[in-house]
Nanobody
Framework: QVQLVESGGGLVQAGDSLRLSCAASGRRFSNYAMGWFRQSPGKEREFVAG????????DYRDSVKGRFTVSRDNVKNTLHLQMNSLKPEDTAVYYC???????????????????WGQGTQVTVSS
């Protein structure tokens, strides 16, 4: 299995940037496709961005396209989410998740991911 720990959340103003990180330990990181999800109070957890094992395939939800960038470093076993031009509606707890697969397409399904971090809070004030 793999253990995931997120960091980098915080309180920022609209228009600011944050960079989230997810440190992975345990099994070989490059065996896993990775995803970022978020959940705000009263709402279901939703897919934000995903990246396949090699970084050759990436997917974003429409509302973050052009503002967020997902990346991974298979040597340092880390996943990142660069978030620019943040909006109040981006406020949520952000989770990284791992799915053991070498397939190229990115899954947006929560149930498809095997391992989850504990989450990091991102709050964007207007």
């Amino acid at each position: 299995q793999v253990q995931l720990v997120e960091s980098g959340g915080g309180l920022v103003q609209a228009g600011d940037s944050l960079r989230l990180s997810c440190a992975a330990s345990g099994r070989r990181f490059s065996n896993y496709a990775m995803g970022w999800f978020r959940q705000s109070p009263g709402k279901e957890r939703e897919f934000v961005a995903g990246i396949n094992w090699s970084g050759s395939s990436i997917d974003y939800r429409d509302s973050v396209k052009g503002r967020f960038t997902v990346s991974r470093d298979n040597v340092k076993n880390t996943l990142h989410l660069q978030m620019n031009s943040l909006k109040p509606e981006d406020t949520a707890v952000y989770y990284c998740a791992a799915r053991e697969t070498l397939e190229r397409p990115i899954s947006r399904g929560i149930a498809r991911y095997d391992y989850w971090g504990q989450g990091t809070q991102v709050t964007v004030s207007s």
